[in-house]
């Protein structure tokens, strides 16, 4: 009803008949269509990340949802070992590439101080994705 009054009142070219149209509906769309807020957490590359610590996690959450679907306490003993099982494996493989770093960097002094500042957590400044989607 609101847009026939603003047609009819309108000039009659197409510019201001878009312009129109998309003024009001994007007050409609901010009426009736709240903004989603979403939170973007930004993970660091993990070179030691490798498939078995992968297959191991996704193991570990289907244990967990299976866990708190049922309050079973046999499945909470199945997803405590999983987490274990999982944490060890994310020691051992750490472990395993830091001391291949190390080992590789034996006579380079420069490739020994970027694997400890690496190791301290000296990571400059973070920046934040140019675009949002």
């Not at 901010?30 to 979403?38: G, K, P, Q, V, W």
């Not at 493989?93 to 380079?108: G, L, Q, V």
Request: aromatic content about 10%; charged content about 20%.
């Amino acid at each position: 009803m609101v847009v026939f009054s603003m047609l009819r009142t309108m000039q009659a070219d197409v510019y201001g008949l878009v312009t129109a149209f998309t003024n009001r509906l994007s007050s409609l769309i901010a009426r009736h269509a709240l903004l989603r807020t979403r939170t973007i957490t930004e993970h660091p590359h993990c070179p030691w990340y490798i498939y078995k610590l992968h297959k191991g996690k996704h193991l570990r959450w289907k244990l967990e949802r299976r866990w708190k679907k049922s309050h079973l306490t046999v499945n909470h003993q199945i997803y405590r070992g999983q987490c274990i099982v999982v944490n060890k494996l994310l020691k051992q493989t750490r472990i395993t590439y830091y001391s291949e770093n190390i080992t590789a960097c034996a006579h380079d002094q420069k490739g020994i101080y970027k694997v400890a500042k690496h190791l301290i957590g000296d990571r400059g400044s973070t920046s934040l994705p140019q675009t949002v989607n």
